[in-house]
């Protein structure tokens, strides 16, 4: 195993990432932020230096359990202290599972203004994976808007609320092509595919009967997405860093947080090409799709394939979502959940008012978060560093998901659910009406520092004792983000066994931003040895400017 550094430096700069110029967060000059390829087993060293001239920033790296390392989980006022500008931050943690990752910003909204990159992780030396390929094409996907991510947020918390709208553009890699037209009749601008602009896609030159290993990871601020490419059939074999029942599918649904690998064999037509092509689901979005090509060896990439790209499926036919997720099982040898739990929090997803301002909350909370870092206040035992009840573990049994709240209002809070060391959890998300109106949208929760099996979906309100019999504890997929579906409910079960402090939200950026997360604890007193700058703020930074303790 080796330890790989990286000295980056994170900036506002200009790019183009749909065709047109804007600002984007960048990382050495480069958009997306370099692609980190290690082996299982590696040490990733990055020393973060903020090269922001007003902002802090932090970089969380999604999917990377963080065993050992909590603080370096990259959690604004979670785990760490926002680096101030000018300051560096190590970075210092273990790759211990093969798998697709990325990383990205978690700060503000920082991952919306295009911090994120991608995290390859391979298996080590002398292992293999369970399935065979002779090339490989990453693709981290993401949604963009013309408007700033700071825009988004003095929108996204005015009163009256202002919604940020749709993105104006999808990107494979950080590449889109703003309003564009394949047709020669249309009087937009045609796309341009020639790869030589640098908003021109990435073309994936590919070689006859051979196969091909596409990680694909989805980063989006909103976007739910759908992947296809024409002519071809995929075979899923990863999801989240975990190995899956291999199954065939036409098309792939994927949802900001999630990760997937899957194998395309080059068996077609040699002497064309074929789309890719990416849109938007579960949102009534009119955001074009994103287009790239698969260049079959000797066709020239320039010829266009002769029809049309994939369409993507309906955005609201939901039972064809579900049935998506619900082709995932475990790879036969990964290891079932325990038989059962030892706790049970009911998650209730609700849309709310705080005192005009429109939010989300779980259990009537809607989340908001200190100043001063939870791992270090925890472990520190400092008091007054946030709300020291813990949050509501159900909803009332009178709450009827289907219709909009009765009592639209509802409090923020910091609270932080507990948990004793090896606990098994199982953690049901409910899903309701929104606020206004008669519909109920998708949130991907994803979770910090753990794995959690994913037991089963079911439509309407949980209900213990008719459902619970229906859960699969036999070989549920182990992710670390799963969806749940409009007035659905999503159980998962994990076990509390890595000590930390760790964020459990919805992946959509502007969800998570008006407070659709709880905080998870376990464990925080077996914590060792917090490197000081990531607690010199807040109450840590005072204790640690009052005495001379080594931490
Ligand atoms: Cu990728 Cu807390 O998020
Ligand atoms: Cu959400």
Request: charged share 15%; hydrophobic share 35%; with cysteine.
């Amino acid at each position: 195993a080796k330890v790989r550094h990286y000295k980056w430096e994170v900036e506002y700069m200009y790019g183009s990432p749909d065709c047109i110029e804007n600002v984007v967060m960048g990382i050495n000059g480069q958009f997306p932020g370099p692609t980190i390829r290690a082996q299982a087993g590696d040490t990733i060293d990055v020393a973060l230096t903020n090269k922001l001239s007003t902002e802090g920033v932090v970089i969380h790296w999604h999917g990377i359990r963080q065993k050992e390392t909590p603080w370096a989980d990259g959690t604004a006022s979670i785990s760490q202290c926002a680096i101030n500008p000018g300051e560096t931050f190590r970075y210092r943690f273990k790759v211990d599972k093969p798998g697709t990752y990325f990383y990205h910003g978690h700060y503000g909204m920082q991952r919306s203004a295009g911090l994120y990159g991608s995290l390859i992780v391979e298996v080590e030396d002398g292992k293999r994976e369970p399935f065979h390929y002779d090339g490989e094409f990453d693709l981290l996907l993401s949604d963009w808007w013309h408007q700033s991510s700071h825009h988004q947020e003095v929108s996204l918390s005015s009163k009256p609320f202002r919604w940020i709208g749709e993105p104006q553009s999808l990107l494979i890699n950080g590449r889109g092509q703003f309003n564009c037209s394949l047709s020669s009749s249309s009087t937009l601008p045609k796309c341009r595919f020639r790869g030589n602009e640098p908003c021109a896609p990435q073309i994936l030159h590919v070689l006859p009967n051979k196969t091909y290993r596409l990680r694909i990871a989805s980063s989006t601020a909103l976007a739910s997405l759908n992947l296809a490419i024409q002519n071809h059939t995929m075979l899923v074999v990863e999801a989240d860093g975990n190995y899956v029942k291999p199954f065939a599918v036409q098309d792939i649904d994927i949802y900001s947080g999630e990760s997937y690998s899957v194998l395309v064999t080059t068996d077609q037509d040699p002497s064309r090409n074929y789309w890719i092509a990416i849109g938007i689901r579960g949102r009534n979005a009119t955001t074009p799709q994103a287009l790239t090509i698969l260049n079959y060896h000797p066709t020239s990439a320039s010829h266009l394939p002769p029809s049309p790209p994939p369409v993507t499926p309906l955005w609201n036919d939901f039972q064809r979502s579900q049935s998506f997720a619900q082709k995932l099982y475990a790879l036969m040898g990964t290891p079932a959940p325990p038989a059962t739990f030892h706790r049970r929090l009911v998650l209730l997803n609700t849309q709310n008012l705080i005192n005009g301002f429109t939010k989300w909350a779980i259990n009537n909370v809607s989340l908001t978060l200190p100043s001063t870092p939870y791992l270090g206040s925890i472990k520190y035992k400092l008091q007054n560093a946030f709300d020291p009840k813990s949050p509501p573990e159900s909803f009332t049994a009178e709450y009827d998901v289907m219709k909009p709240p009765v009592n639209p209002n509802s409090v923020t809070g910091s609270g932080v659910y507990m948990f004793e060391m090896n606990q098994v959890v199982d953690v049901i998300l409910q899903n309701a009406n929104v606020l206004k109106g008669r519909s109920s949208e998708i949130h991907p929760w994803h979770l910090h520092g753990h794995d959690f099996w994913v037991l089963g979906y079911g439509e309407g309100k949980f209900d213990a004792k008719r459902d619970e019999k229906k859960l699969n504890t036999k070989n549920p997929v182990m992710k670390n983000t799963a969806v749940i579906f409009p007035y659905g409910w999503t159980a998962l079960r994990f076990v509390a066994d890595n000590p930390g402090v760790w964020a459990f939200h919805c992946h959509i950026e502007p969800h998570l931003h008006m407070g659709m997360g709880v905080i998870f604890a376990e464990g925080v007193d077996q914590v060792n040895s917090i490197p000081s700058e990531a607690i010199t703020c807040g109450l840590t930074g005072k204790m640690l400017a009052t005495t001379n303790t080594t931490v």
